[in-house]
């Protein structure tokens, strides 16, 4: 694959993140892009669209109710220290543990959940998570980007409505289909394949 970033950034500057783009948010979606690199374009893009979803159209890793304070987080979620960060929110201490183990950083995450907050890590957790269904699951089995996104073909709406259940159920899945149509209209001009 030749993939073309600039081609990429300049459709974006004139979509879900333009005019312009902040470093944060282009160092945000290359730490996307190098965790997806090998994976098919509509992969790619429902990654994309998901971290610009879940982090409020930044793409850079958020606490779970950023918005609120660590002392509010400590009160109101029962699974504190390990509540959710990350492009996704990775939230209870088994997760973090799967994570630190699957993602070989030898008991780092662990240590310091704060860790999930770094671009690349974030990505790397979003990305495995994703492939082996970590965030959900139903009588079918888990919830997979192959389960839901086709390999050798642009995606439609309708697939990425569906794949939203790997992260969130239902929720806001026609919002994030769009972004998700979006980001691979971007990903294709610049040759994601």
């Known amino acids: 694959m030749v993939f073309d970033p600039a081609t990429f950034f300049d459709d974006l500057r004139h979509g879900l993140l333009g005019p312009t783009l902040s470093q944060e948010e282009v160092d945000g979606c290359n730490a ?3 965790a997806m ?7 790619c893009a429902y990654a994309l669209a998901t971290a610009y979803h879940e982090t409020n159209a930044t793409m850079q890793p958020v606490r779970e109710a950023y918005w609120l304070s660590e002392a509010w987080r400590k009160k109101n979620l029962r699974y504190w220290p390990w509540y959710g960060r ?8 088994e997760n973090y543990e799967r994570a ?3 993602l070989g950083l030898d008991g780092a995450l662990v240590a310091d959940p704060e860790l999930a907050l770094a671009p690349a890590v974030a990505a790397d957790i979003m990305r495995q998570g994703m492939d ?8 079918r089995g888990r919830h997979t980007l192959a389960r839901h ?4 073909r642009p995606a439609t709406e309708g697939e990425f409505r569906s794949a939203r259940r790997i992260i969130n159920g239902t929720d806001r899945d026609l919002l994030v289909a769009r972004h998700a149509l979006q980001f691979q209209k971007a990903l294709g001009r610049g040759g994601w394949s």
């Open 32 to 34: 996307i892009l190098t």
């Open 37 to 43: 690199i090998d994976t098919p374009l509509a992969y």
């Open 86 to 93: 990350g492009y996704v929110q990775l939230t209870w201490e």
């Open 100 to 102: 630190d183990l699957k």
């Open 132 to 139: 082996e269904g970590w965030f959900a699951g139903d009588n």
């Open 149 to 152: 996104l086709p390999e050798g």
